[in-house]
Nanobody
Framework: QVQLVESGGGLVQPGGSLRLACVAS????????VAWFRQAPGEAREGVSC????????YYADSVKGRFTISKDNAKTTVYLQMDRLTPEDTATYSC????????????????????????WGKGTLVTVSP
């Protein structure tokens, strides 16, 4: 069973930065990817970014391109989301999620599409952007 634990959320002023971390464990398949999603109160869940452990490719939602950077530490199976130039519209609960499979193309396609039907989810960490 894959387990995901997020950390790094908090209160930050507009224009500030935060770095979220997602520690993943329990993968059993050859290929997997880890994505970040967010959900603001009263809003639908939104895919933010994804990184593939197959080939290292990264994907971003248009709303965060140029401001957020996803990265990974293979040794620790940890995925980071560096969030810069934050705005109040970025306020949400951020959750990491993962998909794994024996097929690399399956993982890549779901990562590329920020597919909401990921296999496993963390509990989330709250990010609040406010003066």
């Amino acid at each position: 069973q894959v387990q995901l634990v997020e950390s790094g959320g908090g209160l930050v002023q507009p224009g500030g930065s935060l770095r979220l971390a997602c520690v993943a464990s329990g993968f059993t398949s050859d290929y997997y990817a880890v994505a970040w999603f967010r959900q603001a109160p009263g809003e639908a869940r939104e895919g933010v970014s994804c990184i593939s452990f197959v080939d290292g490719m990264t994907y971003y939602a248009d709303s965060v391109k140029g401001r957020f950077t996803i990265s990974k530490d293979n040794a620790k199976t940890t995925v980071y989301l560096q969030m810069d130039r934050l705005t109040p519209e970025d306020t949400a609960t951020y959750s990491c999620a993962t998909v794994e499979s024996g097929l690399s193309t399956y993982v890549r396609d779901r990562c590329n599409g920020l597919y909401k039907g990921m296999d496993y989810w963390g509990k989330g960490t709250l990010v609040t952007v406010s003066p």
